[in-house]
């Protein structure tokens, strides 16, 4: 399993960019898959999660309105579209693989390496 | 939302000690909690789920225990490759959430 994620960088405030995750190693259709953050010397936070076929999206509320999940199984990608970005936005974000999903439980089994996104002008 | 605690905050053992965490819930979260394990500069990684249950592959120094509203996790031989940062994680309703961490190191 290997989940690589790209995309991040420095970018002013109110501006947005777009994260990918490229998965490997495991039949990317059949998991849901979640974005999860950390601030720098912080703690973890859940941003978002996706149902394996796209069906299902939720959000955290710090995120909601201003951030979308989305997939392209075709392409075994994971994405993040992030818009009016703040600075409380500055975090590294995770990728990470979800074998449950939904009604059995949510767990991340497998996690990037992250990409470091700077809000700042 | 449910909101998690950990105490301790952050730890020192030495090698060989038994050392223990708690993670408390704002709400009966039955058993839906995980925990992980973060060492500095790299990604989390799954220890155990539905509180007790060790991942495949993990040592079995690791454990945790628990129910409703509190949860212990414990290493019984801390080794020096434990020096981490854990975390534990409700998955009983979204938003999903953590606990701020406790940071164990070696005296």
């Known amino acids: 399993v290997q989940l690589v994620e790209s995309g991040g960088g420095v970018v002013q405030p109110g501006r947005s960019l777009r994260l990918s995750c490229a998965a490997s190693?495991?039949?990317?259709?059949?998991?849901?898959m979640h974005w999860v953050r950390q601030a720098p010397g912080k703690g973890l936070e859940w941003v978002a999660v996706i149902w394996y076929d796209g069906s299902k999206k939720y959000y955290g509320d710090s995120v909601k309105g201003r951030f979308t999940i989305s997939r392209d199984n075709s392409k075994n990608t994971l994405y993040l579209q992030m818009n009016s970005l703040r600075a409380e936005d500055t975090a590294v974000y995770y990728c990470?693989?979800?074998?449950?999903?939904?009604?059995?439980?949510?767990?991340?089994?497998?996690w990037g390496q992250g990409t470091l996104v700077i809000a700042s002008s | 939302d449910i909101q998690m605690t950990q105490s301790p905050s952050s730890l020192s053992a030495s090698v060989g000690d038994r050392v223990t965490i708690t993670c408390q819930a704002s709400?009966?979260?039955?058993?839906?909690l995980n925990w992980y394990q973060q060492k500095p500069g790299k990604a989390p990684k799954f220890l155990i789920y539905?509180?007790?249950n060790l991942e495949t592959g993990v040592p079995s120094r690791f454990s945790g225990s628990g129910s409703g509203t509190n949860f212990t996790f414990t290493i019984s031989n801390l080794q020096p490759e434990d020096i981490a940062t854990y975390y534990c994680?409700?998955?009983?309703?979204?938003?999903?959430?953590f606990g701020p961490g406790t940071k164990v190191d070696i005296k």
């Open positions: 709400q009966d979260i039955r058993h839906y």
């Open positions: 539905d509180a007790s």
């Open positions: 990470a693989r979800d074998p449950k999903l939904g009604s059995s439980g949510y767990v991340f089994d497998y």
């Open positions: 190693g495991f039949i990317f259709r059949s998991y849901g």
């Open positions: 994680q409700q998955f009983d309703g979204l938003p999903l959430t």
